[in-house]
């Protein structure tokens, strides 16, 4: 069993930055296949980025791509999602989550442990 544990989120204004921060249980963190999402009201939860355990290898959705970075601690068992140029369409609950072995990084269906969320939101 993982337990993720988001935080950093809060209310900022247009342009502002944010870090987020999943502190993740596990002794084989190291491994996991972490991404973060996010969901809006009224609309379904959305892939935000994501790293590979190993290499690091990162993916982002084209909406974030050169403004948000995702990067991990392993030592710390974190994972983190730093966010610039924020924009009002950012808002959102976002979640960290562990993906299965087998499956996308882009789809939220393989993800098998997620945390509580942790709430967004940038006024313009």
């Known amino acids: 069993q993982v337990q993720l544990v988001e935080s950093g989120g809060g209310l900022v204004q247009a342009g502002d930055s944010l870090r987020l921060s999943c502190a993740a249980s596990?002794?084989?963190?190291?491994?996991?296949?972490m991404g973060w999402f996010r969901q809006a009201p009224g609309k379904e939860r959305e892939f935000v980025a994501a790293?590979?355990?190993?290499?690091?290898?990162?993916y982002y959705a084209d909406s974030v791509k050169g403004r948000f970075t995702i990067s991990r601690d392993n030592a710390e068992n974190t994972v983190y999602l730093e966010m610039n140029s924020l924009k009002p369409e950012d808002t959102a609950v976002y979640y960290c989550?562990?993906?299965?072995?087998?499956?996308?990084?882009?789809?939220?269906?393989?993800?098998?442990?997620w945390g509580q969320g942790t709430q967004v939101t940038v006024s313009s």
């Open positions: 790293i590979s355990g190993g290499t690091g290898t990162t």
């Open positions: 596990g002794r084989t963190f190291s491994t996991f296949r």
């Open positions: 989550a562990v993906r299965d072995p087998r499956g996308s990084y882009y789809n939220a269906n393989d993800y098998n442990y």
